[in-house]
């Protein structure tokens, strides 16, 4: 929890110093990366959520800016078991995680001229590092009569936990801001930690795809 308030009071405290801000919201596409193994006969697909956030932009030089984002992002994945004669289990179970996520890409601002003579149009690509602390893991477990059960993953380093605390990794960027405030991006997310807390299963890293819309506020000229 200590993590999740010095995230929280680092980026307001940026946001506050400089009148570029914005904000963002989005649909989020998650998955788990996990090691192929010739044994294991589940079925996993992906999970529907959504984001939103806060961000600043501070301008490096013509071309390039530095915009730190800290959002709410819903993560994680279903699994479909394999159903052997006689299995009576879940159909299939549904994991959602909500992280509290701090990104720092670098953006390259790419504009086209000849298009926009006044410059209301760019394209934006960046890349950067994030660090998200998760707050709520549940575990959905569906019938195949369509009748579902949820409940709580702890949450902690132990192996008697659900997932670990934190993630860590890279977010790629890609899209386009028009009239120098609204912002259509596309977005990965890759997770680089383990966030399976027992080292006698296999290791799972998140992966999140989505979709953005934002917003700026303020002063936009670089």
Do not use: C
Not at 109 to 119: H, R, T
């Amino acid at each position: 929890m200590k993590k999740v308030i010095f995230l929280a009071f680092a980026t307001t405290a940026i946001i506050h110093s400089h009148a570029q801000t914005g904000i963002t919201a989005g649909m989020n596409l998650s998955r788990y990366s996990i090691k192929a193994d010739a044994a294991d006969l589940t079925d996993r697909k992906a999970i529907m959520s959504w984001n939103a956030g806060i961000y600043y932009r501070k301008p490096l030089s013509k071309i390039a800016a530095l915009q730190p984002e800290l959002a709410w992002t819903g993560k994680g994945g279903q699994a479909y078991p394999f159903y052997p004669i006689g299995y009576t289990g879940p159909m299939k179970y549904v994991n959602r995680l909500g992280y509290l996520q701090l990104t720092v890409p670098v953006m390259l601002d790419l504009s086209l001229p000849s298009m926009d003579d006044n410059d209301n149009f760019r394209i934006d690509i960046g890349a950067g590092p994030y660090a998200a602390a998760l707050l709520k893991a549940t575990a959905t477990a569906v019938e195949f009569d369509d009748s579902k059960a949820t409940s709580d993953y702890t949450i902690g380093k132990d192996a008697s936990n659900g997932f670990k605390r934190m993630d860590y990794g890279m977010r790629y960027i890609a899209g386009f801001t028009m009239l120098q405030s609204l912002g259509a991006h596309l977005q990965y997310d890759q997770g680089f930690r383990n966030i399976e807390p027992n080292p006698a299963y296999r290791a799972i890293r998140a992966r999140n795809f989505s979709v953005n819309l934002s917003w700026q506020f303020g002063d936009k000229k670089d």
